[in-house]
């Protein structure tokens, strides 16, 4: 086989590939269509639920065991001692969870002098 009929052959496939891949499309764009309904009511749900309920990371005791202990270790014991007698206890563990932010936001603050 000659390389121009070689040539001519990929050509006509690429050619019928590309029809088809434009059938789907079409095919795909009258399936939007008849959802769209469908699809803007969903989005719109979504959008509700997102305003209902603010998606509020809990924040562990764990992480922040991490962040105090990185800090003990850069030399800032005494400070990261302070934050957490400063919240009414002696030890990390008897901290109340709510109070786990502000002690990441005091963590944060720190600076080794």
């Known amino acids: 086989m000659s390389k121009i009929k070689?040539?001519?052959?990929?050509?006509e496939d690429m050619h019928s590939l590309a029809d088809s891949i434009q059938a789907v499309c079409d095919a795909m764009l009258g399936d939007e269509l008849l959802d769209d309904n469908k699809q803007?009511?969903?989005?719109?749900d979504?959008?509700?639920k997102k305003k209902e309920k603010?998606?509020?990371k809990e924040i562990k005791l764990e992480d922040v065991?991490?962040?105090?202990?990185?800090k003990s270790q850069a030399g800032m014991t005494a400070k990261v001692?302070?934050?957490?007698?400063?919240?009414?206890a002696e030890k990390l563990s008897e901290i109340e969870p709510k109070y786990y932010a502000d002690i990441?936001?005091?963590a944060e603050?720190?600076?080794?002098?």
């Open 6 to 11: 070689l040539l001519v052959d990929v050509a």
């Open 40 to 44: 803007t009511t969903a989005i719109k």
């Open 46 to 48: 979504k959008e509700v």
């Open 54 to 56: 603010p998606t509020v």
């Open 65 to 70: 065991r991490a962040v105090l202990a990185e």
């Open 81 to 88: 001692r302070e934050i957490i007698q400063k919240h009414g």
């Open 104 to 106: 990441l936001k005091e």
């Open 109 to 113: 603050g720190l600076i080794n002098e």
